[in-house]
């Protein structure tokens, strides 16, 4: 609780430096948002903080404006539907350096804000809350969230995002504590449920400050459903995961894939091999090949990736570059051209060996030792070469120029 400032009020004046804005997603919450909206007024005034409670409004129909004014909040809003809809609104309407969101149900202790206050002013850009270090009480959280959906998305999130995310084991506590102008920086997009996952990777994907803290979880207050669809919702947040690490989803698997099928391309094109009792031939040359081809598109298709989060701000931009170089036009081309070149040579060698036996009956076997491998290099090739012209699109930036309005140009011309 160092370097509190101590006032009369948590409802700060607009010319009065606002330290924490306390942000409420709300849609149709009106049996329980005056109690979240007083819990975390006094949470502010007992630990003498200048703040606010800004609640990001959806379209309720059920009154939860006015009772979120009545009970000292300030409502805001929020145009486009959906969970992180809502947040994008209030993170953009927030008056405080720092923003402690939770939901507007009663579920989470809003009346314990120090923690995430203390972590904040230590420095930390964002700091997540922990249920499973807090405790969640009995009926607060379905079986198949605690014990499938939580610790599986958790274990991916710090399997998939590095050493930023190996100490977070509550991924998606919807109660969290960031520094509002760092976060804005992102560029944040998602209008769904996955704004949570969002929110979390692209903050370790940019190297910020993430620490946890122990929270607690209560059953919510609501006698509807929540909002969130279990199935649907917890598909959003794996996709979203998925998505957002090619390096591990496509770069890596297509690298494995790619060596692994020339490997075995290269000795298969000598001749068959036996291992273990066990003989590989023709057919498996054909897969082989077939794992060259799709381990190029993997690679590709992640560079591709790589190269647009670059491009939007997504990623960092050391993470980026190596790749943007290796796949720039010029250095495809060159691999490209090269690689169907040397398809070609082989494919000359198949035909000039039909030729000499009167182009008649073909000995299948080694007739297909050359040409699978051969057809394989023009496939790989061209891929390359249209992949390098691909990336070349997404490297091109435009430069916005301003448009003369119709009032400027006539005044131009009657000058």
């Known amino acids: 609780m160092t370097g509190s400032v101590p006032v009369a009020s948590t409802v700060a004046k607009d010319d009065v430096d606002i330290e924490v804005t306390v942000l409420l997603p709300c849609l149709n919450e009106a049996e329980t948002l005056e109690v979240c909206v007083t819990k975390a007024r006094r949470a502010l005034d007992a630990l003498g903080v200048v703040g606010e409670v800004l609640v990001s409004d959806n379209g309720s129909t059920d009154g939860s404006q006015d009772i979120a004014v009545k009970a000292g909040a300030r409502v805001s809003?929020?145009?486009?539907?959906?969970?992180?809809?809502?947040?994008?609104?209030?993170?953009?309407?927030?008056?405080?350096?720092?923003?402690?969101?939770?939901?507007?149900?009663?579920?989470?202790?809003?009346?314990?804000?120090?923690?995430?206050?203390?972590?904040l002013r230590a420095g930390h850009d964002l700091v997540m809350g922990n249920r499973f270090r807090g405790g969640i009480a009995p009926g607060a959280m379905p079986p198949l969230h605690r014990y499938l959906g939580n610790p599986v998305l958790s274990f991916l999130g710090r399997r998939l995002f590095g050493k930023s995310l190996s100490h977070v084991g509550d991924f998606h506590c919807g109660i969290r504590g960031f520094n509002r102008d760092r976060i804005r920086q992102l560029g944040l997009c998602m209008p769904g449920m996955e704004f949570a996952s969002e929110l979390v990777v692209r903050a370790a994907l940019n190297d910020y400050d993430i620490v946890e803290v122990p929270t607690t979880l209560q059953p919510d207050g609501r006698s509807r459903p929540p909002h969130l669809r279990t199935w649907r919702d917890g598909w959003r947040h794996l996709r979203f995961l998925l998505v957002f690490a090619p390096r591990k989803t496509l770069i890596w698997p297509g690298a494995i894939m790619f060596v692994?099928?020339?490997?075995?391309?290269?000795?298969?094109?000598?001749?068959?091999?036996?291992?273990?009792?066990?003989?590989?031939?023709?057919?498996?040359?054909?897969?082989?090949?077939?794992?060259?081809?799709?381990?190029?598109?993997?690679?590709?298709?992640?560079?591709?990736?790589?190269?647009?989060?670059?491009?939007?701000?997504?990623?960092?931009?050391r993470q980026s570059d190596r790749w943007i170089r290796l796949v720039r036009l010029e250095t495809c081309t060159a691999l490209g051209v090269l690689l169907v070149l040397v398809g070609l040579a082989g494919s000359i060698l198949a035909?000039?060996?039909?030729?000499?036996?009167?182009?008649?009956?073909?000995?299948?076997?080694?007739?297909?030792?050359?040409?699978?491998?051969?057809?394989?290099?023009?496939?790989?090739?061209?891929?390359?070469?249209?992949?390098?012209?691909?990336s070349s699109l997404l490297s091109l930036r435009r430069v916005n120029t301003p448009v003369a309005s119709p009032a400027s140009e006539l005044a131009s011309t009657s000058a």
Not at 88 to 101: F, P, Q, T, V
Not at 276 to 291: E, K, M, P, S
């Open 77 to 119: 809003h929020a145009p486009i539907r959906g969970y992180g809809g809502a947040l994008l609104n209030g993170i953009s309407e927030a008056r405080g350096k720092y923003i402690i969101m939770g939901d507007a149900d009663d579920s989470y202790d809003l009346s314990n804000l120090e923690p995430f206050i203390r972590e």
């Open 260 to 317: 692994l099928g020339l490997i075995g391309t290269s000795i298969l094109t000598v001749g068959p091999l036996r291992v273990a009792g066990v003989g590989f031939d023709i057919n498996t040359l054909v897969y082989t090949c077939l794992a060259m081809l799709v381990g190029t598109q993997l690679l590709m298709f992640g560079a591709f990736a790589l190269i647009y989060g670059h491009n939007e701000g997504i990623t960092s931009e």
């Open 351 to 390: 035909f000039s060996a039909w030729g000499a036996r009167g182009f008649g009956a073909q000995d299948l076997g080694e007739a297909l030792r050359v040409v699978l491998p051969s057809s394989t290099c023009i496939g790989v090739g061209v891929t390359v070469i249209f992949a390098g012209l691909f």
